[in-house]
Nanobody, 121 residues
Framework: QVRLVESGGGLVQPGGSLTLSCAAS????????MGWYRQAPGKERELVAI???????NYGDSAKGRFTISRDGAENTVQLQMNSLKPEDTAVYYC???????????????WGQGTQVTVSS
């Protein structure tokens, strides 16, 4: 089983920056990609950014130009650097990983518990 633990959420003023981190642990044979999704109250969960094992990045429209995702493959961690934050970025941010816990297992989608990001003055 793969466990994802997020950190780095909190309260930040509009225009500020915040970095989220996620560490994967447990039984991990391989990770295909890791990334971040977010869900605001009353809205559906949406893609923020993902990064593949090969380093390819995909950003949601709201993150393009402001957020940067990076990954340490050796440590199975992923970070999300968020700049120029806006009130509409307020949401619970969830770490996501597509991983194989054992050699013979299929790939599974795993989720963290989520970390709250609030952008407010």
């Amino acid at each position: 089983q793969v466990r994802l633990v997020e950190s780095g959420g909190g309260l930040v003023q509009p225009g500020g920056s915040l970095t989220l981190s996620c560490a994967a642990s447990g039984s991990i044979f391989s990770i295909n990609y890791m990334g971040w999704y977010r869900q605001a109250p009353g809205k559906e969960r949406e893609l923020v950014a993902i990064i593949t094992n090969g380093g390819s990045r995909n950003y949601g429209d709201s993150a393009k130009g402001r957020f940067t995702i990076s990954r340490d493959g050796a440590e199975n961690t992923v970070q999300l650097q968020m700049n120029s934050l806006k009130p509409e970025d307020t949401a619970v941010y969830y770490c996501n990983a597509n991983a194989k816990p054992y050699y013979i297992s299929p790939m599974y989608n795993y989720w963290g518990q989520g970390t709250q990001v609030t952008v407010s003055s």
